[in-house]
């Protein structure tokens, strides 16, 4: 795996580990986070989950987008009374809601997944700083936009009903980092310290 050895924090001057094609960094030795836009490192929020569970294999953290966002559905029809069993009868709704976006390499049925699963469960309610690393942000800011959306789409094509027109906006808040443990398992393996989802890394 390659690496690029010149990158220095902007806040307390300590060299930075940043894999090849790394979007955002880490830096473990002050806790600072940054974002590479335009060859300029931007200060980005990181904060960690703690695993609420042991488990076999060695524990390292991958970097999910905390995303904050507040979404109009402005409009939704459909066979089989989605809107009016759930809303009333009101064709719109507005609510705020969390996504947990993986930044990592995984699998799209993988990132599909664990992106739904944690943005349906919201499990981390006290994120902290951790003295740890944490590499392979593949995804950035604007990957994450087009993320969410294919996140809420696929919540929506999920329903009991059938989807024939779908319209909403998205208001994006705040973007941060949170680092989430998993268990490394044998055979490539990864098993998240917080929900207990397991997918496997076929690169």
């Known amino acids: 795996m390659f690496k690029l050895e010149a990158v220095k924090c902007k806040k307390c001057g300590s060299g930075l580990l940043v894999e090849l094609n790394d979007k955002i960094t880490y830096c473990s ?22 695993a609420s569970f042991r488990d076999e294999g060695e524990l390292i953290y991958k970097p999910f987008l905390y995303i904050k966002t507040h979404i109009d559905i402005l409009e939704r029809t459909n066979t089989g009374g989605f809107i009016t069993k759930t809303f009333g009868k009101e064709q719109q709704a507005s609510f705020d809601l969390i996504f947990y976006i993986p930044a990592f ?20 309610a ?59 398992k044998a055979n490539n393996v990864f098993k998240d310290g917080v929900l207990g989802i397991e997918y496997q890394d076929r690169q």
């Open 29 to 50: 030795s002050c806790g600072s986070g940054f974002e590479f836009i335009d060859d300029e490192m931007v200060d980005i929020e990181i904060n960690f989950a703690a």
């Open 105 to 124: 390499h995984c699998p799209l049925d993988s990132m599909k997944n664990l992106a739904q699963s944690f943005t349906a469960k919201n499990p981390v």
């Open 126 to 184: 006290s994120p902290q700083k951790f003295n740890t690393k944490l590499t392979g942000f593949v995804y950035g800011k604007e990957d994450a936009k087009k993320l969410c959306e294919f996140i809420l789409i696929s919540f929506e094509a999920e329903k009991s009903d059938t989807m024939k027109t779908f319209r909403y906006k998205i208001d994006f808040k705040s973007f941060e980092i949170i680092g989430i443990p998993f268990y490394k």
